[in-house]
């Protein structure tokens, strides 16, 4: 075989159309072989003998797509000095831009004795990893383009690849749980009369499903375990791991931009699946240890872990930081994402111990020509000291905004003193964001998401029902904010099924007519359930998966309407923040906003501070927009006043008399199908209108 000195960059297997560059950094290493391996189990080992900057590197002409690989460090075995190399343990690529296999756990994998942890194992692993594969990187794009929609008209929907088409009645068997499925057009119809703009996928990056989880019957669904940060997972392909899955992904993309859908990765960057210091020897970990890893001080043995997982990558080390910057413009340049949401993002920010949103990973992501121009989301917290950081993000950041899920959950389920943060979090959260010059789009808005109750089980649930873990019902969150409307799961009394309804209706409104940016949890639109459990990370199954319903449903129709509704009025998703005055240059002397009792008196602080007051009334002015649209115009809306009523008993709200003089139902969660057929009531100034206990009513005046 001919070996060429190729070169130390780019990182992995880089196939031009000759042959295959390898090149693999590692400054613990002694040696390091390339292992090309054979579909009779055997391997052709080739020692990188070429070393720049710690990248140890060949080329290789005649190594095709669809050739698997990995490699083998010769280098100091001594966990209690952080070092862990050992030749016998074939080592994915961390650049693999395809994995083919899994996992097949045993012992072999591991670079410890089960009986005695003490001891090195050398048992050879090969028989039993996955492999790095090399890939064809052309692909026909096509006009291919990026959707580019704004944060302002962004509609987020979060979707496991699996769980989203896994029971889709319409998809071909062989598609249902593959990214061929998310390029159907029974999906992408489903998206786009719902509204959605943009698609986030929870974790494809190539992710292990856990040995203990596998010797439970069990897998790890959700797939927050990345081993690979550039290969698609494999299990997710409809055919083929040795390649296959990445064409099958960028086709996937294609069709979703083709009809105006982004695509945003739910992306871990914070931890690895080889674990703790008891974890597996898959990659990170035979490569380098002490480079990849943040390890305890004084006892590098052992790992620091502000994720929960059992380790956390070390973000002060330049070659962590390139892996990451290298991983996400290799989505966005050959894969055509369009953003990220960063799990635990808070990690990422932690060069030694606290949080800094100084940290170098912000600065390289500020300053990166690819990797600031797209969606960057922040889940902003870990589980380490100090890790809740929601609105402490640099200003080019949005954020999940855990407190408006709070704060809405609490409102509708009749919390006291919750009624001034719910004004903040409906308008955008000023508190948060607005200090450091961010605008409401900052937010990212959710009421659930896929760690939690579904919307259903929110309302249907006060206690998580997590048996089926394996648990003993220990994981999971406790203290969920859900009210079950009187009984604990299924029932067949009609009072409690309206009353749930309805507060399904409630949520699903609040969100959509609040600002900021809007995720919806797949499944929501039609109350899917997992039977009350919060933490379905490893149910692979009907649990978690999404029942699709027989036809329409009333409350998809509904979640349909107020997605265009915000679609169709800029007043519910500005650029900006509200005055709380009259806007300058508008010609309207009535304030952007108005807050009012359910009596149509403006609020004092004195309301504001009612421990028990749960009512109000909102008045929205479309004629005092204070931005310009798209091509400098002045924007004007209609105006709407929303009314919420989260109290336990009807409420009588009177029309506010200086606001406008007619009004128009266009919204009423008492209504079970949540719109008014046709024309809605019509009511004026200073009637009363009757709001049934626990709903919501929005009027309409036109401009």
């Known amino acids: 075989m001919q070996v060429w000195p190729g070169q130390a960059y780019p990182l992995g297997a ?10 693999v950094f590692s400054e613990a290493a002694d040696r390091v072989e390339l292992c090309l391996l054979h579909d009779d189990g055997s391997e052709t080992a080739v020692e990188l003998r070429e070393s720049d900057g710690f990248v140890r590197h060949a080329y290789l002409p005649g190594v095709m ?8 460090v010769h280098g100091p075995y001594a966990p209690a000095r952080g070092q862990r190399c050992n030749s016998a343990k074939l080592l994915l690529d961390p650049y693999a831009l395809a994995v083919g296999g899994a996992v097949d756990w045993g012992e072999e994998v591991y670079g410890y004795r089960f009986n005695a942890p003490d001891k090195r194992n050398d048992l050879d692993s090969a028989p039993h990893m996955m492999t790095s594969v090399v890939v064809n990187p052309y692909f026909d794009w096509g006009d291919d383009r990026p959707p580019r929609t704004p944060y302002n008209e962004t509609v987020i929907y979060e979707a496991h690849v699996k769980g989203l088409t896994m029971l889709h009645p319409d998809l071909p068997g062989e598609l249902r749980g593959t990214y061929a499925a998310l390029a159907h057009p029974a999906v992408i119809e489903h ?12 974790p494809v990056h190539q992710f292990v499903n856990d040995h203990r989880l596998v010797d439970m019957g069990l897998n790890n669904y959700w797939g927050y375990n990345t081993i690979g940060f550039f290969a698609p997972h494999n299990a997710y392909a409809s055919w083929g791991d040795r390649g296959e899955q990445v064409l099958e992904f960028k086709s996937a ?13 739910d992306v871990v960057y914070n931890h690895t699946a080889e674990g703790n210091h008891l974890g597996p020897t898959l990659s990170f970990r035979g490569l380098d240890n002490a480079s990849y890893y943040r390890l305890v001080e004084d006892e590098p043995g052992y790992y620091m872990d502000t994720t929960g997982t059992g380790n956390s990558l070390l973000m002060r080390n330049p070659h962590v930081l390139q892996l990451i910057m290298d991983s996400l413009r290799y989505w966005v340049t050959e894969m055509h994402v369009d953003g990220f949401r960063f799990d ?9 111990h606290e949080v800094d949103r100084l940290s170098s990973f912000f600065d390289l992501v500020q300053q990166d020509p690819v990797v600031s121009q797209v969606k960057l989301i922040a889940e902003p917290w870990d589980v380490g000291e100090g890790g809740y950081q929601v609105g402490n993000f640099p200003p080019l950041w949005t954020e999940w905004n855990g407190k408006y899920r709070d704060t809405v959950r609490d409102l509708w389920r009749g919390e006291p003193r919750t009624l001034a943060e719910f004004a903040s979090r409906l308008t955008g959260s000023s508190d948060l964001y607005q200090g450091d010059g961010r605008r409401p789009l900052a937010s990212i808005n959710f009421v659930t998401c896929h760690d939690g109750f579904t919307l259903h089980d929110l309302v249907a649930y006060n206690e998580k029902h997590n048996e089926a873990n394996g648990e003993d019902n220990q994981d999971g969150e ?14 067949d009394d009609p009072d409690v099924l309206a009353l749930r309804a309805r507060q399904l209706r409630n949520f699903l409104a609040t969100l959509m007519l609040s600002q900021g940016v809007p995720m919806l949890s797949h499944g929501d639109e039609f109350a899917r359930t997992q039977g009350g459990n919060n933490n379905a990370y490893c149910q692979d199954n ?3 998966w999404v029942r699709w319903p027989d036809g329409e449903s009333t409350l998809l129709e509904f979640t349909r ?5 915000r679609r169709d009025h800029p007043v519910f998703r500005r650029r900006r923040f509200f005055h709380g005055r009259p806007v300058e240059g508008t010609h309207d002397e009535l304030s952007d906003i108005s807050w009012f009792t359910p009596e149509g008196e403006e609020m004092t602080q004195e309301d504001w501070d009612a421990a028990q007051a749960r009512a109000l009334t909102v008045f929205l002015n479309g004629n005092a927009i204070s931005e310009p649209g798209p091509r400098g115009e002045r924007i004007t809306d209609d105006s709407f006043l929303l009314m919420f009523n989260a109290s336990p008993d009807p409420l009588e709200f009177v029309v506010p008399v200086n606001q406008g003089h007619q009004w128009q139902v266009v919204v009423d969660t008492a209504r079970e199908e949540g719109v008014p057929p046709g024309t809605g009531a019509k009511v004026r100034a200073g009637e009363r209108v009757t709001l049934t206990d626990r709903s919501l009513t929005v009027l309409h005046r036109p401009a």
């Open 65 to 72: 797509p669809g050739q698997r690989y990995g490699f083998r």
């Open 344 to 352: 635990l993002a808070a990690t990422l920010a932690r060069q030694f």
């Open 542 to 544: 009907e649990v978690a």
């Open 253 to 265: 993309v294609r069709a979703l931009h083709e009809a105006g859908i982004e695509v945003i990765l």
């Open 14 to 23: 880089a196939y031009d159309g000759a042959g295959t560059n390898f090149a």
């Open 478 to 491: 406790g203290h969920n904010r859900s009210w079950n409307c009187g009984v604990e799961g299924d029932t």
């Open 191 to 202: 998206l786009t009369r719902l509204g959605v703009t943009t698609l986030e996928l929870m």
């Open 561 to 565: 309407a107020m997605a265009w509704l």
